[in-house]
């Protein structure tokens, strides 16, 4: 009230209002309007606006402090996540390294397991090969040597029925017809 009080008389005292007619009439619209502006402030008074806005106010303040409180605790969860979501991404880079490598390992490992086999592969081959020259070899020698024995039989028997009479060859079938009786008993 001591507010109203001292703003009332600050009014009245001021040059502007000395300077005029009358100020405490109805007629004066100045005083009208300190009046109405009393009556307002009175009824804001009254109705303990001024302690509705505070509680109002701070009502928002602690929400406002609330939601603070809140962001913060998320913010903090959030940093908590982060560090986690990169603790497992360095974990499974480490993973996928140890994979990268084991396999590097093992394709190293099958190449060279490849190149042996190859290699066997290539010896077996190469033996494969060397026995099929060897066989051709010992088949063309049996070929040669049984043209060979074809020859000499031919030439043989030529040179046996040229120079072979009935005589003589009557003589060699029982030759040779005693060479069998003396074999088969």
Do not use: C, W
């Not at 619209?29 to 806005?53: E, H, Q, R, S």
């Not at 190469?126 to 060979?148: F, M, N, P, T, Y």
């Not at 120079?163 to 074999?183: F, P, R, S, T, W």
């Amino acid at each position: 009230m001591r507010i109203f009080t001292t703003a009332l008389f600050a009014t009245v005292a001021s040059p502007a209002f000395a300077a005029g007619d009358v100020f405490f009439s109805l007629k004066n619209t100045d005083f009208v309007v300190v009046i109405a502006f009393l009556i307002f402030i009175g009824i804001l008074l009254y109705y303990k606006v001024p302690t509705k806005v505070g509680e109002m106010l701070d009502s928002r303040a602690n929400t406002i402090k609330s939601d603070l409180e809140e962001a913060k605790a998320l913010r903090e969860e959030a940093q908590s996540l982060l560090a986690s979501y990169e603790r497992k991404q360095k974990e499974v880079q480490e993973q996928a390294d140890r994979i990268v490598a084991t396999a590097k390992e093992e394709a190293t490992n099958a190449a060279e397991a490849a190149k042996g086999d190859i290699a066997a592969s290539i010896a077996r081959r190469l033996a494969g090969a060397e026995d099929k020259i060897a066989s051709a070899q010992a088949a063309a020698v049996k070929d040669v040597r049984d043209r060979a024995i074809q020859v000499a039989v031919a030439a043989a028997k030529s040179v046996v029925a040229g120079q072979m009479d009935a005589k003589g060859a009557n003589g060699l079938i029982d030759d040779a017809i005693a060479v069998v009786g003396e074999k088969l008993h």
